[in-house]
């Protein structure tokens, strides 16, 4: 539990747990900007996709798969569950 907890202060020390309003202020493009670790986000390659739990838009990186390849969250909503 404790190194749960210390991973999520670790993102949102690093910003990736701000809210979709909080990154609009933060960066001129949220759209082009994964949610989570801020990196620009491609325009044919790693564009970016939606979470199905926060709906902020992430790269591949920031992504965790559940048991099927088409199902995932992003990091933080899955330690979150």
């Not at 933060?26 to 990196?39: E, H, K, N, V, Y």
């Amino acid at each position: 539990m404790m190194h749960l907890k210390a991973e999520l202060q670790h993102l949102r020390r690093k910003g990736a747990l701000k809210v979709p309003s909080d990154l609009e202020s933060a960066t001129p493009d949220p759209d082009r900007t994964c949610g989570r670790c801020r990196i620009e986000l491609g325009r044919v390659i790693n564009r970016g996709a939606e979470c199905r739990a926060c709906r902020l838009k992430v790269c591949k990186g920031c992504r965790q798969y559940n048991f099927r390849a088409t199902d995932w969250v992003c990091i933080v909503c899955y330690k979150r569950m």
